[in-house]
């Protein structure tokens, strides 16, 4: 028989191990402590229900402080498994640091006065190195600041920086009058924002500071900012159908991209800032790619989905940007954006209906709706 997925699983304060085998109908368990095994099988009527039955052991055995270490993983497998925690706030935010990985994780809203949440530090192999309380709930969004050796978190509109030296939070807002804010992060500047202010830095000095406002579009408020990678410009949206390019230098409006993509809801800079990657709520064909040198809207029938709906959750890019991934609820699908192709698809395990991507070095992570970290070979 040949084996389908085989995981193994460790529990590093017991000791204990457990491998778990899945061949088509079967699954194989085998627990190891103190160099002991006892090995298990069952069988079930279709492989469907075998693979049913090995997902819901593996994560019985993750909720117990297992970690899924797979070395040996092949493209589109998982090399971890983490049990972050329960509790889904559509919070799924996460990002590597030179100390490790800080995933969000859901304390408790037991009552409008306490309320808990948390960021855990973990290694690449799931080792636990610490619990951060968070001075607010809900980090929207994390990323590593490399000019300042800190954390940028967006907690529920709310912009705090997190020193990795100091371990001490700093509020760098003092509220905000519309629930709409952003954080982002190039090499050398980083900006952030909460209505109806955003600015953007180069370390302790003030680039742009720049005023704005919003209107709810169909329920939505509509608004996504994101840095250029030189740092040179923003790509700003406010406005149902438009963009705007804004020059950080002096705040002047240098492009103004419109057409019918409605509001959007993700955006990336790519190829050296001449390209716009965008992704807005509803539009039958979610990803958008802007020429911002010609003022063309591309078509890249290569980087389209190979399945008969082209709507996504997220996607992102490495760090050379020369891999695209576009998660589509629970499958992720894994693009060349170099050569313009398509490599490979996975279905990404212990999510419910979505997972937020984002690449950890050369390994690709997820913060899944269910509570699990992972990293996967892409």
Not at 270 to 299: H, K, Q
Not at 308 to 329: M, P, T
Request: glycine share 6%.
């Amino acid at each position: 028989m040949n084996i389908e997925k085989k995981h193994t699983l460790v529990d590093t304060q017991s000791g204990k191990e457990c491998i778990l085998t899945l061949y088509s109908n079967k699954v194989l368990i085998e627990n190891i402590k103190d160099s002991k095994s006892k090995v298990t099988e069952k069988e079930f009527a279709t492989s469907a229900e075998a693979l049913t039955f090995f997902s819901k052991k593996e994560w019985e055995l993750l909720k117990k402080g297992f970690v899924v270490r797979n070395k040996n993983a092949s493209a589109g497998e998982p090399l971890l498994h983490y049990f972050i925690g329960t509790g889904y706030t559509g919070c799924l935010a996460f990002d590597n640091t030179p100390n490790g990985v800080y995933v969000y994780k859901h304390g408790w809203f037991k009552t409008a006065t306490d309320q808990k949440d948390f960021l855990s530090l973990i290694d690449i192999e799931g080792n636990l190195i610490e619990i951060i309380e968070l001075p607010k709930i809900l980090a929207w969004d994390i990323q590593y600041n490399a000019i300042k050796d800190a954390l940028l978190l967006d907690t529920d509109h709310f912009i705090f920086e997190y020193s990795l030296a100091t371990k001490k939070f700093n509020s760098l807002t003092k509220g905000f009058t519309k629930p709409v804010s952003f954080i982002s992060v190039s090499s050398e500047r980083y900006a952030f924002g909460s209505h109806p202010q955003l600015y953007v830095f180069n370390k302790d000095t003030v680039l742009l500071k720049y005023t704005f406002d919003v209107e709810v579009v169909k329920g939505k408020l509509p608004f996504e900012v994101v840095l250029s990678k030189s740092g040179q410009w923003i790509a700003f949206h406010n406005l149902e159908n438009e963009i705007k390019v804004i020059q950080v230098s002096d705040g002047k409006v240098v492009k103004s991209i419109t057409g019918e993509f409605g509001v959007i809801s993700q955006m990336e800079f790519a190829e050296n800032d001449t390209i716009l990657v965008v992704r807005s709520y509803g539009w039958p064909w979610s990803i958008r790619y802007f020429d911002l040198v010609n003022d063309i809207d591309l078509a890249m029938p290569e980087l389209q989905l190979p399945s008969h709906s082209q709507q996504a959750s997220w996607f992102c890019f490495n760090g050379d940007q020369s891999k695209l991934v576009i998660v589509q609820n629970k499958n992720a699908f894994v693009f060349d954006f170099v050569n313009k192709t398509f490599l490979h698809s996975f279905q990404i395990e212990h999510s419910l209906k979505t997972a937020r991507p984002k690449f950890v070095n050369d390994l690709l992570g997820f913060r899944t709706d269910y509570g699990c970290f992972s990293l996967y070979n892409v």
